[in-house]
């Protein structure tokens, strides 16, 4: 039953996700964060004075460094938003954006505003080396420069590369390579399938980005640039990266660029603007675990939402767990079906359905939100239902939302 307090998303959009190297190489996260911003409000007509908070995920400060600090507040101001509007930069890892849309959903709740937007955005391929040290010179030796993509982890604190945890614990829960591979594999399949289908068309989750050059036409950017043909045999011969025991560039995503925005509001507002909601949110929650269980966070996190909302795993038509690597669903999904091999074939069916991360890319700060807005169109395609999207980040934090699509009848 539809409730005027309820929260709805209204509307939901990402650019498209541009290759380590790619065409968006250059383009600042803040400028990415600017452009889904406008857009998500203007395929609603909704003013930018009427949005009253903006929350913000950005998980690679030395790339937005480079333009100093506070990327919300600046996206917000260059993206039109009026200088009174209220706006955090928020780190939580992958977790990023989803975190932003959860910090919405309680400023909505608490009765503090009508009207919120949640931003993930990321450059990956912009972030510069740095050099530490270089600002007071060295008293003998070399100056170093540091890669913070390298590695992916927090090892200068003593803690494993991602890719390290995740696939010792996906071996501990009995997920093989081969297992890992199949994952990677399908990911790509199920992309291309929903891409011929139409499903990654500008319009739905996909918006153009534009590129400007100084000759000629500008650069339009109109798909992801990620997916790949691949094959089993393929991916059998990659090596592990960075001493993991299963996870190659072939079962992980790749680094990105890109950004998401979703705009929420309350259904009593939506409905005096007459505006069709896209999903209704039911429940958004957070959680942890020790650092290593990466690969597991999304299953209790997931737990924990259906719990709140008082459903089951069984009560969700569509499931999204972002493919941080091809260990995070496999091992959540494993957990989820408690030891029954029927239910865990059921589980991986239903799981990104339209492909993950592995293919469509995962600029970091962004995903969170990408895969709330995949999970929401796509129950819309099926005539409705229950979904949960769920996304790891780093040192093993995990968010999860649930959204239902009314049918038709309801
Ligand atoms: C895995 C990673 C290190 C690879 O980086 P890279 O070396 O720049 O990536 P490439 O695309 O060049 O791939 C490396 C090789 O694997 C091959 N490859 C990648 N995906 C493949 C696939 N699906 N099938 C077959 N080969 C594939 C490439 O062709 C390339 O081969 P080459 O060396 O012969 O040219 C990088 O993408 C990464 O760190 N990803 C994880 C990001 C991450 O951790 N995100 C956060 C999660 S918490």
Redesign the pocket.
Known sequence: MENKNDIVIVSAVRTPFSK?DGAMRDIPSIDLGTMVMKEVIERVGIKPEEVEEINYGSCIPAEFALEFDVPARQATLLAGFPPENISLTLDR??CSSLTALRLCIRAIKAGEVEIAMAVGSENMSRTPHLAPGARWGTRLGHIRLFDP?FE?GYKSKGFNP??VDAGEVALEYGVTREMQDQW?FES?QRYTNAYSEEKFKIGEELMPVVIPQKKGDPIVIEKDESP?V??LG??AK?QT??GSPT????N????NAGASAILIMIRKKAEEKGLKPLATIVTSICSAMAPRY?ASVPALTIQKALNMANLTIDDMDLIEINE??AAMPLVSTKILANGDEKKWNGLREKTNVNGGAIAIG?P?GASGARITMTLAYELRRRGGGYGVAAI???LAQGEAIILKVCRERE
């Open positions: 380590f890892a992958c993509l992916l991602v890719s990677g790509q790949r691949t094959s393929a991916l990659l990266i960075y996870v190659t560039a072939g992980a995503p790749p680094m990466i941080a690597f995962h970091v790891c980040g780093g």
